[in-house]
């Protein structure tokens, strides 16, 4: 996915960028990047890969040569990031967060209307913020530029551009991610995680309203325009993007995945469905909140039978191989031999996508000695690769275990019936469940329902994007 963090300042604020946009490295893999504005020395920038490296580690240096009082930087899990334009509207720095699925269309529509050339990536692709900023470009200010660019948009692009006057900001155009605003007696900054500026000294101001635009100086944020009615917030922003201190539209990560086990509890209570188990635990670390709340919910002793070991690895997609991955990922599940040999336990995950790793986890647990394995996913069964913000990055829906799952039981007949298949009192949704316990050698498996999801959630549920398991917009 990504995020990306900036700061204006009466002082110096390069600090406040780097470890601003450090506090957003759980949101991508793949680079990090950073721009700065000093009137006297004009624009630095910087990008690093950040696949191999923290992000921490790759900018150390770069701290000592740059000197602004204004910055932007971003964590990204796609493109080169952030980019310096110079256009009609002059000067300026762009970085984007989203995805855009008519990028082709528009590109060849710039050229149709006499755009001359991009820089194409190694796969031929144009670079979705410098996409961003010929459609910008196109208008006579950044507000109405960004405005344009967000409804051509088919996705989602939340904006933030580094301009010599300050900052402009813009949440996408549903609000599928947060921008929040911050500020402190110095100046202001703007953010996806509010944890990230807490932690720098800034309080936070407001968060901006879907599709809103406004200009940030150190004085505080000019709106440029107003918010749109509609919202459809990212649900996996609670159950496992965000931050566990972070808060969106008020709602707090940690507490809402608290609420989230505990309402799995309580159904699988009221199914009678409740396993007889020594221990409940969370696959580390987004499961380990879920299953907090489910432990003390059902009465069962919540319990750490393995850690992951994470100083020298801190991600487990990492490196790029997969097959190197795969085995960084068992190197660095650490088994607590007490807590497994003969137990019977329950593992509550933030989600199940494709299912390789949990089935890796699930085989090391029976090595370990489990004499049985419950599984309880904490969102229902993704049935959608998103089109929004690359949660699940599937080249076919196919790669997703329960459409897998559900092709090998009624084949193309079967993909006409995914809502009761995501019903887990239907008989085809008690036929998905066993079929993926038989693959995956689970004794019992449970999907968080839709209502469940939306009642951990708190908000009205019209502003809550679940496409990826409903396929409804």
Known sequence: MGGFFGAISRRDCVADVFFGVDYHSHLGTRRGGMAVYSPE??????????????????????????????????????DPQPLLVRSHLGLYAVSTVGRINNAEELAESYFSSGGRQFMAMSSGAVNASELTAALINEAPTFAEGIRRAQEQIDGSSSILLLTP?????????????????????????????????????YRTVRELGPGEIVRITP??????????????????????????????????????RYRNGEIMARTDAARDALPDVDFVAG??????????????????????????????????????????????????????????????????????????????????????????VHIRSACPPVMYGCKYLNFSRSNSDMELLARRTIQLLEGDEGQGHLDEYADASAERGKCLLKSICEQLGFQSLGFQSIDGLLEAIGLDRDKICTYCWTGKE
């Not at 813009?170 to 929040?180: E, I, K, N, S």
Request: glycine share 10%; aromatic share 12%; net charge neutral.
């Open 41 to 78: 020395t004009g624009f630095q920038r910087q990008i690093h890969s950040i696949e191999n490296t923290p992000f921490r580690t790759k900018f150390e240096s770069d701290l000592r040569k740059f000197r602004g009082t204004s910055g932007i930087g971003c964590i990204s899990d796609t």
């Open 219 to 256: 004085d505080g944020a000019e709106q440029l325009r107003a918010p749109g009615d509609a919202m459809r917030i990212c649900a996996f922003l609670w159950t496992y993007y965000g931050y566990p201190n972070s808060y969106y539209e008020g709602v707090n990560v940690e507490v809402m």
């Open 165 to 201: 006057d300050g900052l402009i900001a813009a949440r996408d155009r549903l609000g599928r991610l947060p921008v929040l605003i911050g500020c402190n007696d110095f100046g202001c900054c703007v953010s996806f995680e509010s944890f990230a500026y807490q932690k720098l000294g």
């Open 283 to 372: 696959v580390p670390d987004s499961g380990i909140p879920h299953a907090i709340g489910y432990a003390n919910r059902s009465g069962k002793p919540f319990a750490r039978p393995f850690v992951k070991y994470t100083p020298t690895w801190p991600r487990s997609f990492m490196p790029e191989n997969q097959e190197m991955r795969n085995q960084v990922a068992k190197m660095k599940q650490i088994p607590v031999p007490e807590l497994i040999e003969g137990r019977k336990l329950l593992f509550v995950d933030d989600s199940i996508v494709r299912g390789t790793q949990l089935r890796e986890t699930v085989e090391f647990l029976y090595h370990s000695g489990a004499e049985e």
